[in-house]
């Protein structure tokens, strides 16, 4: 045999390897082929994670008398504040309620909860929330992550029989029925059967036809000056006459169609950057399919961030940019950032992160659905689709707040046969979005269970990158009512950076407070700046110390980047730079934004 033909011929070894290598692989379709059977069951929760939970809990509580006895006796004393309760209200119709709801609790705001014996129903359910959150709170032993997975489980399992859902026991349903003989309950099934005829055929919601982009919504002009396989980059079009110097780049998450950052005019916040006279450039992501199941978090940076700052570095040469980015867009901003600062790429003006983390030690809620057990369950069932489905995220962002955006639902749609009218907000949060299987998976494994950005472990192009190596002013909004990027979790910007940082912190959550335009009543923000040689102060100290103001923080911004900004306007660029190799290819909002 020829030494030609001998390096030709694969080894014993290496065929036995590839072999195994199969092997292995197919064992591993086995499993995610069971995990996937499962999750059609279980609405793509890991029965294993809830089980660890469950016994984690269970086990600590029976082996702590203490705690027992300490429920027992609680369960006595809010009996007794009941039978008390109960008591003095047969016989005097204003006395005042022994419990009060949770802030933000609003089920039992109407007046009819004020009268018996609704005011009965809704007093004992309280005092019983209330002691079931002593049963899954300070259990000694419980791994903090089970405890928060139980305490929501039993929050839900609540919520699920408040009276406020049922018919009988909630005075307003009632009342509705008497006034107009049933007739609610009947359209409230007309409404119901509707809604499910749209989701079992995959139609969007009644209402949100009036929401078409383009059309009724991002409706600012502009043209695509750029398209890859991943984004399109939208350039808007001037309405004064000149343009400040430095140019505004928005990345927006990839899990939301970009636009709600430009809804209708009134509250469009690119309209109201383009008033002011920043030449505006806006990326528009492509909602992924099966065929994109191998798009990585790095094909992210690459062909979004890094291929749209070349493209504005074109169409705007010689002019640094002020680079912004929307929650998951914030936090892949703040990658590409970290990334450009450790190789001297100065192409940045400053970095402003919306509603965006870089630390995950406390990501709130959503942390309840991100643990090893539940990632390998979640990767399952993407390895079968090649993507996470749109349903599936919308679902777990509607558990996250089911009293506002599930039950309440529930009784005005379904219970007292009304229709809420569908505004623009509400329309853009159906239009949601698939994220690639491999994509996501990475993003949770390495930034929600490993916290590598955090902890200057996130590598790109084979070189670990850190938060301080962005060196750019900062201009960074959380938002008070935030599930998603809780404030005091983005507020860990300052201890992760070594530049200027100036921090909003505003009402609302994590979209509304974000779409705050000027105007808006009873909006309200703090602000304050720290500068690189200043003090630190924890979250509690920076809510005491931080200037409380009235009406938008989007006023707070255009100055602040009009401070660290060229004092001279020039002439408005052209839309695109077809020499260069940009032209206009088509008007806003583009084709991307329409895939459904």
């Known amino acids: 045999m020829t030494a030609a033909a001998s390096a030709a011929k694969p080894s014993t070894a290496v065929v036995a390897a590839g072999e195994e290598s199969v092997g292995t692989e197919g064992f591993r379709a ?305 990658i590409a950032a970290a990334a450009m600062g450790r190789t001297g790429d100065d192409r940045l003006a400053s970095v402003t992160l919306f509603a965006a983390q870089i630390d995950f030690t406390e990501p709130g809620e959503l942390a309840l659905f991100v643990d090893h057990s539940e990632m390998h369950f979640l990767e399952s069932v993407m390895w079968n689709r090649g993507y996470l489905a749109a349903d599936q995220m919308a679902g777990a962002f509607q558990l996250l707040r089911t009293n506002d955006l599930v039950w309440s639902r529930h009784v005005r749609e379904y219970l007292m046969g009304e229709r809420a009218p569908m505004i623009d907000l509400m329309a853009w949060n159906a239009d949601s979005t698939r994220m690639p299987y491999r994509m996501h998976s990475e993003y949770l494994r390495r930034l929600y269970l490993d916290n590598e950005l955090a902890a200057g472990r996130f590598m790109v192009d084979g070189r670990p990158v850190a938060p301080q190596n962005i060196r750019v002013p900062m201009f960074v909004v959380g938002t008070e009512r935030d599930h998603v990027a809780p404030w005091r979790s983005v507020y860990k910007v300052h201890q992760l950076t070594d530049t200027d940082v100036t921090f909003v912190l505003t009402s609302g959550g994590h979209n509304a407070g974000i779409v705050s335009e000027p105007g808006h009543p009873r909006r309200r923000f703090r602000v304050a700046t720290k500068h690189v040689a200043d003090l630190d102060l924890g979250p509690e100290e920076w809510l005491l110390a931080a200037e409380q103001k009235d009406g938008s923080w989007w006023i707070e911004w255009t100055q602040w980047l009009g401070a660290r900004s060229s004092s001279e306007p020039i002439p408005h660029p052209g839309m695109g730079a077809p020499d260069k190799g940009y032209p206009p290819i088509e008007d806003a909002p583009g084709t991307y934004v329409l895939q459904r």
């Open 30 to 334: 086995i499993d995610r082929m069971s995990d996937v059977f499962v999750a059609q069951a279980t609405a793509g929760f890991s029965p294993a994670s809830l089980a660890l939970a469950f016994f984690d809990w269970s086990i600590h509580l029976a082996a702590a008398p203490g705690k027992r006895a300490e429920l027992v006796n609680k369960a006595e004393r809010k009996t007794s504040r009941l039978l008390g309760y109960l008591a003095a209200a047969s016989t005097h119709s204003d006395t005042p309620p022994c419990i009060e709801p949770l802030p933000g609790d609003y089920r039992f705001a109407a007046e009819g909860w004020k009268k018996q014996p609704y005011a009965a129903f809704a007093q004992a359910f309280l005092l019983n929330q209330q002691w079931w959150h002593n049963v899954t709170h300070e259990v000694p032993g419980v791994t903090p992550h089970h405890e928060h997975v139980i305490s929501f489980l039993a929050r839900q399992l609540l919520d699920m029989f408040s009276p406020s859902n049922n018919p009988l026991t909630n005075p307003e349903v009632v009342t509705k029925a008497v006034e107009t003989g049933g007739a609610n309950f009947i359209q409230g099934w007309r409404n119901f059967v509707e809604d499910a005829t749209r989701t079992a055929t995959n139609q969007p919601p009644v209402g949100t036809d009036g929401f078409i982009p383009g059309k009724d919504v991002a409706v600012t002009p502009g043209k695509v000056v750029y398209r890859n396989h991943l984004i399109e980059l939208i350039q808007y079009a001037p309405t004064t006459d000149k343009a400040r110097a430095e140019p505004v780049l928005i990345i927006p998450a990839w899990i939301m169609k970009y636009y709600i950052l430009d809804l209708s005019p009134e509250n469009s916040l690119v309209r109201y950057l383009v008033e002011q006279g920043h030449t505006v450039f806006c990326v528009s992501w492509r909602n992924p399919d099966a065929a994109d199941r191998d798009l990585t978090m790095d094909d992210y940076r690459r062909m979004g961030v890094m291929a749209a700052l070349d493209a504005v570095g074109e169409i705007v040469p010689d002019r640094k940019i002020h680079a912004t980015g929307y929650c998951l867009g914030g936090t892949l901003l703040a």
